[in-house]
């Protein structure tokens, strides 16, 4: 739909045709929407209108971040791993903008102020964040909330409920969807279930099962296909597969690909798929998290148990060797582990 076949976007800026209007507020950068918003209904309309976020992605106007849980300090690997003994770390989310090099924090979900769940999913779709699952920081219970950023009002939403309590599951976001496949249920059973997720119309929508149970899996969403890779059955405990599934999200139907993985070695965090379909191991072994934002990716964590934990950027375009290269100026309070993460385009 044309943004200015609403009557209430006429004039935006006195004294310039309604086209041109639009283009200065098109150009605007993000960091100054907060500003904007407060100038006059019309603009914080516009600015917050679905049309608007269309708009400025068609235009290429839109910027990619990363998004990542991040430990307010940085906790030894196997605190991580096994959240036992000692009181486990607080995690906020963590944006990091690879062009300007920028860190921030957005405010935390008003129903965890004190830290979001233990091991939850953190998704992206439209220019929203989707935080959901995990464990209560104070029980362990897992849980079945969802939490909706959107980052035009820079407001927290609940969202509607996963329908299965599940954990350690793959997730990925493509078409307005987040989908949803595999883990593990509160019997450590694991799953091979599958869920769409819509931010928009707040419902889920039930896909086919996969093949086989995939416990600790990894997704992600690559050219019209989500990926889940690797990931065990509830009788081989830890035994990760080498192959993957791949959910063709048009006709809703399954693939099995086999030696994706390097079998028996834990994908969590670790997967980056081209659009070849080949899948990418970013060379660090310990803690690792990997985001793809444009043309780079944004891989956290450490060589070897006990090496330094450090943040890189990896050029991904045509021809580049995937050399990383280290970010050396990390800022304070922004160096803790980081547990999981997301692109999102703003």
């Not at 690997?77 to 903008?97: A, C, L, N, R």
């Not at 957005?106 to 233990?118: A, H, N, R, T």
Request: hydrophobic share 30%; glycine share 10%; with cysteine.
């Amino acid at each position: 739909m044309d943004i200015l076949s609403h009557s209430e976007f006429v004039e935006l800026i006195p004294g310039l045709p309604s086209e041109l209007g639009l283009e200065c507020l098109t150009r605007l950068p993000h960091s100054a929407h907060r500003v904007a918003l407060r100038v006059c209904t019309q603009w914080r309309n516009l600015l917050q209108s679905d049309e608007f976020y269309s708009h400025r992605k068609k235009t290429g106007h839109t910027k990619k971040l990363a998004c990542l849980i991040q430990a307010h300090e940085q906790p030894l690997h196997s605190e991580v791993e096994k959240q036992t003994g000692s009181t486990p770390p607080s995690y906020d989310i963590t944006v990091f903008d690879s062009e300007s090099m920028s860190w921030d924090r957005i405010d935390s979900v008003p129903e965890y102020s004190s830290g979001l769940p233990l091991f939850c999913q953190l998704t992206s779709s439209e220019g929203k964040l989707v935080v959901m699952g995990g464990w209560d920081p104070a029980s362990y219970e897992p849980l079945t909330a969802v939490f909706v950023y959107d980052f035009r009002t820079n407001v927290w939403r609940r969202g509607k409920d996963m329908p299965e309590k599940r954990s350690f599951f793959a997730t990925g976001s493509g078409q307005g969807l987040i989908y949803v496949a595999g883990g593990h249920d509160e019997n450590k059973n694991a799953l091979k279930t599958a869920w769409a997720y819509d931010p928009k119309s707040d419902e889920w929508t039930v896909l086919a099962p996969m093949s086989q149970e995939r416990d600790e899996c990894e997704g992600v969403v690559v050219n019209g296909e989500f990926w889940v890779v690797s990931g065990y059955a509830t009788e081989r405990q830890g035994n990760f597969d080498g192959s993957a599934e791949v959910l063709n999200i048009g006709s809703g139907q399954w693939r099995r690909v086999e030696g994706v993985w390097e079998a028996g070695r834990c994908p969590r965090s670790c997967v980056d798929i081209r659009e070849n379909g080949e899948v990418v191991d970013p060379g660090l072994r310990i803690g690792v998290c990997s985001v793809g934002v444009g043309s780079r990716n944004l891989v956290t964590g450490s060589e070897y148990e006990g090496g330094p934990y450090g943040f890189y950027l990896v050029d991904n375009e045509e021809g580049q060797n995937r050399k990383m290269r280290k970010i050396s100026n990390v800022p304070d309070g922004f160096s803790g582990f980081v547990q999981s993460g997301c692109c999102v385009e703003i």
